[in-house]
């Protein structure tokens, strides 16, 4: 028995592309193989998406894109010239959105920051998004005196969720005020951030009522924030077909059991735990699970009820209370904008009787740490195939470890050396996170790719620069 096949959702620029062989083959003949593909019009779509659902909603506010979700600088100069903000979290990221066009006011500065980043992006005018209270008191060390350091507090510690190891925790947040009104010469509070590492708009929504109730007590403080920033963590569509992604968990699950053929590689239980003929808990790999867009998300999120304010959604409540709303979407932005391609090397036979097809390219280089990617990899295989095989995808790397998928993946026939094989959805967390240069290996190239009227065109993504912005 094959398992079943799990097709990847593919935006329509990058279907065309791919469709588009002579393109494809010119890529990967200019830029070498594997090569990480980026594309600033997806980018600009998903943006389109979420503006629109806040232009509907939400009077005031402010997209900052969170830069770390990929190192490309296409994407910070699409964002640079589309008129948004970023969110950086290293001073690397900081001087990358300087280069890509940012001025200081639509800088913001996320997650924990040494002295070195503080420094730096105090003399960039940026906004602090304050994870601790050492790190408003280092503010204060480091403002001038007529030019107060504009900052978030970001907060933690919500009744409901996992605990974070980020932000200051709500029973301290009235500790920062009180440092803010001590300092205010010196620090101007901008408002209040947090973001949770979930999708559940329920946990949200309580964050936003904590927050919201923050605000109210800086006013008593006779300090003046005005603005609620809700984070990232708006989801990605990686299926194109949500039952699809059912039936190949429930038929790895009955592999894991030992009622069906095993899917999986080794040991490998892909964070279910197996007792006896049983399954409990839930899958590394649940996020590729998702059909909801991003979009779709927030203006679910917008028109959600806050608990205690008479029963008005959370937009009404923004709106009337003149509050300017944030938001830090990374992945949202990057969904379906960028793809991964290698080349096979040659295919052979393991002793337990797997098909494994080599690839030129490490499991790093596709697939965030400690997670199993639940989307196929798509062949491009200049012959039509109708001979179904289940095989596991190996890497490069000299490790047991390095196998690309744990799973077997469902593929039309067996590919030949010289095969083009595309991993979907690469471009958050996927192609840069964990990436690693072990073997000496160097890492791809990566290259922006944009569609005209004459068909594609590929540049370095060092070398992109948006239609009508000289930087
Ligand atoms: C990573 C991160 C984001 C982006 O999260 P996504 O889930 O990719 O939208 C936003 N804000 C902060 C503080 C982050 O650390």
């Known amino acids: 028995m094959t398992p079943p096949a799990v097709p990847a959702a593919v935006a329509p620029v990058v279907a065309a592309f791919l469709a588009d062989r002579g393109a494809v083959d010119a890529a990967l003949r200019r830029f070498g193989s594997p090569v990480h593909l980026v594309f600033p019009q997806v980018f600009d779509a998903n943006l389109t998406a979420l503006r629109t659902v806040l232009d509907a909603a939400a009077p005031r506010y402010r997209i ?28 690397w990221e900081l001087r990358a959105a300087q280069a890509a066009g940012f001025a200081g006011d639509r800088i913001e500065v996320t997650g924990p920051k040494g002295v070195a980043l503080l420094r730096e992006a105090v003399a960039a005018g940026a906004t602090i998004n304050v994870d601790n209270l050492w790190e408003l008191e280092t503010l204060v060390a480091m403002a001038g005196p007529d030019s107060p350091v504009p ?30 009104v001590r300092h205010r010469a010196r620090l101007r509070l901008l408002g209040f951030a947090f973001h949770l590492d979930t999708a559940a708009t329920a946990e949200r929504i309580g964050a936003v009522t904590d927050c919201l109730r923050l605000i109210e007590l800086a006013y008593t403080r006779e300090l003046a924030p005005s603005v609620l920033d809700i984070g990232g963590g708006l989801r990605q569509v990686f299926t194109a077909d949500a039952t699809a992604y059912d039936a190949y968990d429930a038929a790895l699950r009955a592999g894991l059991r030992g009622t069906g053929p095993a899917l999986q590689w080794g040991a490998a239980t892909f964070g279910y735990q197996v007792c006896g003929g049983a399954i409990h808990g839930g899958p590394v790999y649940h996020k590729y699970a998702n059909t909801e867009p991003a979009a779709a998300i927030l203006a679910d999120l917008l028109a959600t009820p806050l608990p205690g304010h008479g029963g008005h959604t959370m937009d009404r409540v923004l709106a009337d209370n003149l509050l300017d709303l944030w938001l830090e979407p990374g992945k949202a932005l990057v969904d379906q904008a960028g793809i991964t391609i290698a080349t096979v090397e040659f295919v052979k036979q393991a002793g337990n009787g797997a098909t494994l097809v080599h690839l030129d390219l490490s499991r790093d280089t596709v697939t965030a740490a400690d ?62 996170l964990s990436a690693a240069i072990a073997g000496m290996h160097p890492l791809p190239a990566k290259v922006a790719v944009c569609r005209d009227d004459s068909g594609f065109t590929l540049c370095p993504d060092a070398d992109y620069r948006p239609d009508g912005v000289v930087v």
Do not use: W
């Not at 910070?76 to 969110?87: L, T």
């Not at 109708?386 to 067996?414: H, K, N, S, W």
């Open 371 to 432: 997670q199993e990617v639940l989307i196929d990899p798509i062949v491009l295989s200049a012959t039509a195939r109708d001979e179904p095989v289940g095989v596991f995808f190996a890497g490069r790397l000299c490790l047991e470890r390095d196998l690309i998928t744990q799973r077997q993946v469902r593929l039309d026939g067996v590919p030949a050396p010289g095969d083009r094989v595309v991993f979907a959805n690469t471009a958050a967390y996927h192609m840069d």
């Open 151 to 180: 900052v978030l507090l970001r907060i933690s510690g919500f009744a409901e969720g996992a605990p974070s190891r980020f932000g200051i925790d709500l029973g301290a947040a009235g500790a920062a005020l009180e440092l803010l």
């Open 64 to 91: 900052c894109y969170a830069h770390k979700v990929n190192r490309s600088g296409a994407f910070a100069r699409a964002a640079a010239a589309a008129g948004i903000a970023i969110d950086v979290a290293s001073v």
